[in-house]
């Protein structure tokens, strides 16, 4: 096998370049979704800005589709490109701190663990993706939800200023030393615009110590345990946050012999501020039971960003679909815990994220994210290990989600949904700001160069079809 060489062909690059047979090749080109199985003519591992902008000017001056990987958990799989070449942003993760004034800048390859890392040692966080290997970059173009967001607001309520490189390999900075509008665009527009190389956020203290955790209850009493998680947190506080959840209790030894394997139902539960006073607050959801598994103590946020690690391996084949509802009334319930009863595969999950808070509360017009106020965001996460099974577990998922569609709003979280066309990726944005996204990727990417993602295509591309 040969060894990795430096692309002589890319002026200016400095970083290790990897075509198909160079050692660490195939490991460079895999990502989390494990259906996915592309081969770059080149992946481009950027040491900075630099980089980019060599790596960016000679694949347009190429013609070569241009994939852009950030943590590479996009379920698509837009982080990998056949033939082309992948911009790999993964060594330019450098976390940088600022206490005086509670700022934090990363690098557009930096992954939450990196980050939370980063901002935990000085009690400060920026509400962060739920798996410490998800991409910074990436989860907050999307808006980025995670188990802070009804205290602090979704991920880009907290971006303040990002630098891009442009399709014409030109570093732009976006925010109010900056382009405002594309601050706005890049809060939820996804990754249209350019590659992100730096983002600064606002940081928040959150505790070193956190009330949270998980309840696991057999799956039989699924419509309870949502419908009383429900009831709750329609008069909770900001500082509750959480998710029900319907999944298979695991093999672990924290779960009792007798419910490992089987489906359940579950509630991620968190408080953010002090941990008495969270132990207060949740005392309702905990003492409702009995549950079979009640692990809901203090613990460090860092810990409670780790819990869901173990259970979302990388590798594994994924089909995801998502949906904003207009509600949880105990007829769709009924919907998902029937679906769930019967789930074909044991590291499926079904995540319904509670909505209200600081998100619902920033203007909508204040970022490009289309839905703000949706008081529930369910995930349907197909996850199975053989390709033999793929189209099983594709039929369940579909059909669940169709099923439970008399409910959705509409709206699409793009982070959480795969390729399901041109008109959903309209519709999560709506009329007004999909055509200010238009004319935002009109003026930095006319040619459509920034293509595989959830797409905004430029007006010209839309006449040629590119
Ligand atoms: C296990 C798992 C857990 C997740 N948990 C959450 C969660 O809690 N909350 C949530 O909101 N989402 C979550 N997601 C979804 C995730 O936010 C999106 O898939 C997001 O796109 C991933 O970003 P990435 O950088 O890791 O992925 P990639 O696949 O590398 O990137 C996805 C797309 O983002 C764009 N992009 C990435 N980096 C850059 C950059 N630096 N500059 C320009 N464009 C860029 C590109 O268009 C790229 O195609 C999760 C996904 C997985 C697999």
């Known amino acids: 096998m040969a060894a990795p060489t430096l692309h002589r ?28 199985d592309r081969s770059p003519a080149v992946i481009a591992r ?49 976390v940088e ?7 934090v800048s990363c690098g557009g390859g930096t992954n939450w663990g990196q980050f939370d890392a980063a901002t935990q040692e000085h009690g400060l966080a920026v509400t962060g993706g739920r798996v410490p290997s998800t991409g910074v970059a990436g989860l907050t173009l999307g808006s980025g939800s995670g188990w802070l967001e009804r205290k602090l607001g979704f991920t880009c309520d907290s971006l303040l200023a990002a630098e891009v490189v442009t399709a014409a390999g030109e570093v732009v900075t ?6 405002e509008e594309l601050l706005w665009g890049l ?14 956020f606002r940081a928040h203290p959150v505790e070193p110590l956190l009330h949270a955790g998980l309840l696991l209850y057999p799956h039989e009493a699924a419509a309870e345990v949502i419908g009383h998680f429900r009831d709750f947190m329609a008069g909770a506080p900001d500082e509750v946050g959480g998710a029900a959840t319907l999944i298979t209790a695991p093999a672990a030894p924290f ?25 207060r607050v949740l005392r309702p959801l905990v003492e409702f039971g009995p549950p079979a598994v009640a692990m809901v103590q203090p613990m460090p946020y ?15 084949r994924n089909w995801w679909t998502a949906d904003f509802l207009t509600g949880l009334p105990d007829e769709l319930v009924d919907v998902l815990a029937e679906h769930t009863a019967r789930v074909p595969s044991p590291t499926t999950q079904v995540a319904i994220i509670a909505g209200g808070g600081a998100p619902a509360r920033v203007p909508d017009e204040a970022t490009a994210l289309g839905t703000r106020t949706a008081p529930w965001n369910v995930h349907f996460l197909s996850i199975w290990a053989d390709a033999d099974d793929d189209e099983r577990n594709i039929a369940w998922t579909r059909a669940l989600s169709a099923a439970a569609k008399p409910w959705a709003t509409g709206g699409a979280y793009l982070n959480f949904i795969g390729d399901e066309g041109h008109d959903r990726v309209r519709a999560a944005f709506g009329p007004e700001k999909y055509a200010r996204l238009v004319a935002l990727k009109d003026r930095y990417d006319p040619d459509n160069v920034f293509c595989l993602n959830q797409n905004v295509p430029p007006s010209r591309s839309v006449a040629t079809g590119r």
Do not use: K, W
Request: net charge negative; hydrophobic share 40%.
């Open 9 to 36: 062909d890319i002026e200016g690059f400095r970083g290790e370049v990897l075509r198909p047979g160079d050692a660490g090749y195939d490991d460079a080109r895999r990502i989390f979704n494990g259906m996915v």
């Open 46 to 94: 950027c040491t900075g800005t630099d980089d980019v902008v060599a790596a960016v000017r000679h694949a347009v001056a190429a013609g070569m589709p241009l994939a852009v990987h950030g943590g590479g958990h996009g379920v698509v799989g837009h982080a990998v490109c056949e033939g082309g070449l992948m911009l790999d942003l993964r060594p330019m993760n450098r």
């Open 97 to 103: 701190v600022r206490v005086s004034d509670r700022t």
């Open 174 to 179: 976006a925010g109010t030393d900056g382009d």
């Open 187 to 200: 809060r939820g527009g996804g990754g249209n615009f350019g590659v992100v190389t730096r983002l600064d």
């Open 255 to 279: 779960v009792p012999e007798a419910a490992r394997g089987r489906p359940a139902v579950g509630m991620v539960v968190l408080y953010v501020g002090d941990p008495d006073e969270g132990a």
């Open 302 to 316: 860092s810990a409670l960003q780790r819990l869901l690690e173990a259970g979302n391996p990388p590798g594994l």
